[in-house]
């Protein structure tokens, strides 16, 4: 996954992928809504009745392990139902997955992305999942996986994005953590500069992490990345403002330099600069907390983000959709994917198997049973959803059709001012006519 969510920051370089992805999802547009029925061999019911589900999903061996010990427990208590699982890296998942719908061997349950969500939904090739319990959620989270025509995706789990931090290199500088409640934007700055300055082949920051930092920086400013109605919500002078305050920050010696930058958004948690311990603050999702305070090597302390105003209920957070789980329209055997779906997000067992790994629980009295049994840095990340509940906006409107394109977008312009190839206003309005026609 990017850095966004999951396991790495953006995955492969983008020229190739985005081709690929490209000719992909064209083939999803042209033949998923002629792909009804079939859903390959491996959909089809088996002798005695017994019935054959593919799950797909991206992440890591430790999810890979996980998510195999609770299909082994669904299928203890529904002997009838085989499931059999296909995981991969971020990077290759989504060719391959638009190449599966389009050539009719879609997988049965498909873990899904919000950015993707409508891609699949809008054409048809997504089962509608009424039916699969949802009253343990709350309202917003519902929504994550809900268009007009109905319900995609349920979701997992939940998380915010926070700004990691580093308390030995804080220590090694000399200073103390921020008051995450009441610091600002220049705050930050100053902060950073001197952490860089101070400590030797330590940087005070990471650059943004995309989507989720131009969204977070409209929401502060009462503006949206996109709207309900799947248009831009936002003018070409607030992404000058966006590029010209990183640009400043990379001039002020909080970011390394525009190289650094550069590498610093393809590689996974672990070789990142937060985890490296290479920088003293970062932005990530909460459910990112364990696995790169192991590859840092010390506990990481999530933070929320600095403010224009000072007042942390004007951070513009909201709890996201860590990931979601989707059926394929393609199966022979919805009511069995809708089941295994409901036991992946309401149940006990699975939910003590997933513990944070997938997000916070969205069922209620589960997340209650796995937060009791946390430790370390996922009972920290828990701690954290909670205390910011009451200072949360609103959800953001599900991604608008070819939202996935808008972060290769904003990371490619980000480049192009921190290299001083284009100035923020250039980029900006060359960046906003892309992300106008990717979603248009």
């Not at 995981?87 to 997988?107: F, I, M, R």
């Not at 090694?172 to 220049?186: F, N, Q, R």
Request: aromatic share 8%; proline share 4%; glycine share 12%.
């Amino acid at each position: 996954m990017s850095r966004g969510n999951h396991s790495q920051r953006r995955g492969a370089s983008f020229g190739g992928r985005r081709l690929a992805k490209a000719a992909a999802i064209a083939a999803v547009s042209a033949l998923a809504l002629t792909a009804c029925g079939g859903g390959g061999e491996a959909a089809e019911g088996g002798e005695g009745g017994e019935v054959t589900l593919r799950f797909t999903w991206w992440g890591s061996d430790s999810r890979a392990e996980t998510t195999n010990k609770i299909i082994e427990a669904y299928e203890a208590q529904n002997p009838d139902v085989n499931i059999e699982g296909e995981y991969g890296d971020w990077s290759g998942y989504w060719d391959k997955l638009a190449t599966q719908v389009a050539s009719n061997e879609a997988p049965d349950i498909i873990q899904m992305d919000d950015k993707y969500l409508r891609e699949y939904a809008d054409r048809g090739a997504l089962l509608d999942l009424e039916g699969v319990d949802v009253s343990k959620f709350d309202e917003g989270t519902v929504d994550n996986g809900r268009t007009d025509e109905g319900l995609f995706g349920v979701t997992t789990g939940i998380n915010a994005m926070v700004m990691m931090a580093n308390p030995a290199i804080f220590e090694e500088a000399g200073l103390e953590l921020p008051d995450d409640e009441t610091w600002t934007w220049d705050d930050y700055a100053e902060l950073t500069r001197q952490i860089t300055e101070g400590v030797e082949g330590k940087y005070g920051a990471t650059g943004p992490n995309e989507p989720a930092g131009l969204q977070i920086w409209l929401r502060q400013d009462g503006k949206a990345l996109t709207t309900e109605e799947g248009e831009l919500g936002f003018e070409v002078a607030d992404l000058e403002s966006y590029f010209q305050h990183h640009l400043d920050l990379m001039e002020n010696g909080s970011y390394p330099q525009a190289s650094v930058l550069a590498e610093d958004q393809s590689p996974g948690p672990d070789q990142s600069l937060t985890g490296t311990g290479t920088a003293a603050l970062g932005m990530w999702w909460t459910n990112q907390l364990s696995a790169l305070s192991g590859s840092a090597g010390t506990d990481l302390v999530p933070l929320r983000l600095p403010t224009h105003t000072g007042d942390s209920k004007d951070a513009g957070l909201w709890y996201k959709s860590s990931m979601l789980m989707s059926g394929s329209a393609q199966t022979e055997h919805p009511e069995e994917v809708k089941e295994f779906i409901d036991f992946f997000v309401n149940s006990q067992e699975a939910g003590e198997l997933n513990l944070t790994d997938r997000g916070l629980p969205s069922n209620s009295e589960v997340r209650e049973q796995v937060v009791g049994s946390l430790e370390g840095p996922d009972a920290t990340s828990a701690e954290f959803i909670a205390d910011i509940e009451d200072e949360l906006g609103a959800p953001e409107a599900v991604p608008a059709m070819g939202f996935s394109e808008l972060q290769d977008i904003i990371y490619r312009y980000e480049l192009e001012v921190f290299f001083e190839r284009q100035s923020p206003a250039e980029a900006a309005e060359k960046a906003h006519q892309e992300m106008a026609t990717a979603i248009g």
